[in-house]
């Protein structure tokens, strides 16, 4: 996506203030995505920090800080009084605010955050939803409900992360289509937002709470060895890497076929194989140690 900053006819003039400081080194892409051309919109403004301050009532050191990306990564409330005090159009405000969502993103801001600084900021209930993205989402809600569910255990907390994940994409909608791979891109928010919410117990998520519902416990006829067995595995599910992790909740705790996990996470067929495998290997090295030391006859000769 690309953004023009409004011409300098358009706007007001006024003597030059004092020069703008540089951006702040370590400044992400996506977050120099919206300000550089904001910084240049404020450029061939003429209007001084002063000016915004007193058209938008944000101070000029937050002003200052903003300009710069010093300090916080700036809610979009803030974001959008200085493009509305340089008069910029509404289409392009629509613009801008998807790269501010992608740049909140980039500052690993929470899903609920950064729905919450945009609420309110052109989407409503009431509004149509473009029938592509209504047809994504009926796709794929069922699926992320449930990856949802094997970390939060809760539905209605599974739920809420779903939805957020749905308003945010929906803000970010065009960028997604324009991406090499929609799947892919909405997967990362859906990934990001369910992490963000679930526990991570020596820095892993926590699952061990799932070995308490699965079939094998519940037709086992030792369900106290069963359930040990099983507190085994997901120990070791949860310490897998993120890909592995994600292809071993789909494929062996939500139930779901080789090609229905690859559509939903947005990789190949064979990528879903070739993961699975290894992440089988990485399980077996695990699991064999502590489960052989503690039943050591059960081993094969």
Known sequence: MTVQPTSPEDAPRSKR?????????GTGRAHRAWLEPLRGSYQASGLTIGQL????GWSRSK??????AAGRYPRWEFTRSLLTALRWPAPSLADMRALWALAAREANK??????????????????RLPLHFAAFQD??????????????????????????????LLFLWDEALASDNPERFAWQILRQTVMERTPHPGGSPA????????VALRTAADPVAQIEESMYLFEAVRRLPAGQLDVMVLLHLRGMDESGAAAVLGIPLAA?????????????????????????DDRDD
Do not use: M
């Open 207 to 214: 699952l061990v709470e799932a070995a308490f519902d699965t």
């Open 272 to 296: 879903v194989r070739s993961t699975a495998r290894h992440a089988r290997r990485h399980l077996d090295g695990r699991l064999r140690t502590p489960i052989q030391e503690e039943h050591p």
């Open 63 to 68: 002003i200052s800080e903003l300009l710069r």
């Open 53 to 56: 301050e007193r058209e938008t």
């Open 17 to 25: 203030g004092r020069k703008l400081g540089p951006i702040t080194a």
């Open 139 to 168: 796709l794929y809600r069922e699926a992320y409900t449930g990856y949802a569910l094997t970390f939060l255990r809760r539905r209605p907390e599974a739920r809420r992360a779903v939805n957020d994940v749905f308003i945010l």
């Open 110 to 127: 929470r899903t609920i955050w950064i729905n919450n600084c945009l609420q309110g900021d052109g989407l409503s209930a009431d509004d």
